[in-house]
């Protein structure tokens, strides 16, 4: 088959129609015609009001300029049919099945008073259950009336996709196993769509069979050691490269279920965990191991670790143990040097890390504005100013309502947000901190160094103590991982923070 296949498109034109059509789109030919029947009438009349006849060729000019305005969207709109269909045939992929979103980006400078472009390039994005295909490179000729089809498309699983991003025109997506970020340019327009619906389906649950959800276990002690049935889920999920189900809210170093299965089911993945947890055997010997057999080293080392009183991981669960190991790898050279992961794509892309504070400022602030609040910035609050405050007016029967987040992106500026925190609850009613999977995971890793233990739970612990929530910040997405006290600040403390609002320090989102 050759590269690039036309085809045309059937509207059912008749001649005269099709005669205006392309008289539209060349108005070389309309300023010749004015011309000539201006000529005629001048010679026909032999008086210069004979050249009012050239009014003959501009009205065929307006006839085929407003023929091109009135139809064109539905012509487009049939050519985009036309390449769904051809794109779905060419991949493999069944449109019933699958959710079509065709993205059109119009290519070149249409005639004077035409409105649509002479060409759109015409992409489609096929999402399915196990992957999405991209169709991308036809052209739709808007003159001509046909379609330029490429001979293929491309496919990316979703067991292989770390995160999916729009920085117009490309869609990009980077892969789970550290491989360079693959894009599809899909235009400047509509790809928000595709980015929400791509999201949506790499965040959904995974319908497999299902299985108990692990519980999360209390804090150890060294009288009382973990009990040594072995971790009966984790075992099956790795085993099964992450075939378990478990709730979309579990989150295991931060990092939630859906994704740690996701990642559980890519080889390169579990290299590094073998790697990062020094599973024992000749390294000959581990990379002849199939997947199955890979998983269940990794579980048997772990289950040592599991039992060993002197380890940092006793009594942790196994799939704890899993997702920081995966972002303790993030961290270390020796995944680098041998091309495994970067710390760009375990910090950044499964973790969610942001390289600044300010980064979490606007999904944030959209959460509260979906929640019904105001969004503000910088509102003083006592001696401190909170980074993000959300301010709910008050009806009737209800009295304003005041929320405060304060935003953490560093582990030290972290040590005095307990106690700022504390003073912007003298002045609100709810008091959240906002962070990424990424810091939380390094909390919990500072928390190790110097405690020796690795303590999933200290972080909640220490905000619960102080009546605070937690908001976990991934992306353009957040998530309640922890609900705060509800408080009642004095009648002056809430006239304080209602004079402090103003325009300017409103965020617009």
């Not at 307990?418 to 999977?437: D, H, K, R, W």
């Amino acid at each position: 088959m050759a590269d690039n296949e036309r085809a045309p498109l059937n509207v059912g034109m008749d001649g005269v129609t099709r005669i205006l059509w392309r008289l539209g789109w060349n108005p070389t030919r309309i300023y010749v015609l004015f011309v000539v029947t201006a000529i005629l009438g001048l010679l026909l009349l032999r008086n210069p009001f004979g050249l009012f006849f050239g009014c003959f060729g501009l009205f065929l000019g307006w006839k085929a300029i407003s023929l091109i305005n009135k139809t064109w969207q539905d012509y487009l709109t049939k050519a985009e049919s036309l390449v769904i269909e051809q794109g779905a045939s060419r991949l493999g992929v069944n449109t019933d099945n699958s959710q079509c979103i065709a993205l059109r980006m119009g290519q070149g400078k249409p005639p004077l008073a035409v409105t649509p472009n002479p060409q759109y390039a015409i992409s489609v994005v096929y999402i399915c259950d196990a992957f999405f295909a991209v169709y991308q490179g036809a052209t739709f000729d808007l003159g001509a009336l046909d379609v330029k089809l490429p001979a293929q498309g491309e496919e990316v699983y979703f067991r292989h996709v770390s995160a999916v991003n729009y920085s117009p025109p490309n869609i990009e997506v980077l892969l789970s196993n550290g491989k360079t970020m693959r894009k599809f340019d899909v235009g400047a327009e509509g790809g928000g769509a595709v980015l929400a619906a791509l999201r949506a389906k790499l965040r959904g649950p995974v319908h497999t069979p299902a299985s108990k959800a692990e519980p999360r276990p209390s804090q150890p002690k060294e009288s009382a050691p973990p009990n040594n049935e072995p971790d009966r889920n984790s075992v099956e999920l790795c085993a099964a490269a992450g075939q378990s189900e478990a709730s979309t809210d579990e989150r295991y170093c931060y990092l939630r279920a859906t994704k740690l299965r996701q990642l559980l089911a890519d080889p390169s993945v579990v290299d590094v965990l073998v790697e990062q947890l020094e599973v024992p055997g000749a390294p000959k010997n581990l990379k002849g191991l199939t997947l199955q057999e890979k998983m269940e080293c990794v579980e048997t080392q772990i289950d040592h670790f599991r039992r060993s009183p002197t380890s940092v991981w006793y009594g942790v669960s196994t799939l704890e143990i899993l997702a920081a190991s995966l972002w303790r790898a993030g961290d270390d050279s020796f995944y680098r040097e041998k091309g495994l992961l970067t710390k760009k794509l375990v910090r950044r892309g499964w973790f969610s890390g942001v390289s600044e504070e300010s980064d979490l400022q606007a999904p944030v602030a959209k959460w509260l504005k979906h929640q019904g609040y105001a969004p503000y910035m910088e509102i003083p609050l006592g001696m401190a100013r909170v980074d993000v405050l959300g301010y709910l007016k008050g009806g009737l029967s209800s009295s304003a309502r005041i929320l405060a987040v304060e935003l953490k992106n560093d582990y030290e500026q972290f040590k005095r947000a307990i106690n700022q925190m504390g003073t912007f609850s003298e002045y609100t009613n709810l008091v959240y901190m906002a962070c990424t999977p990424d810091f939380a995971a390094e909390y919990l890793d500072h928390n190790e160094q110097s405690t020796g233990h690795w303590d999933r739970e200290v972080l909640e612990r220490k905000l619960i103590a102080g009546g605070f929530g937690l908001l976990i910040v991934e992306r353009d997405q957040v998530f309640e991982i922890i609900k705060p006290v509800e408080r009642t600040p004095t009648s002056a403390n809430s006239l304080k923070v209602t004079n402090s609002l103003s325009a300017i320090n409103l965020i617009e989102c």
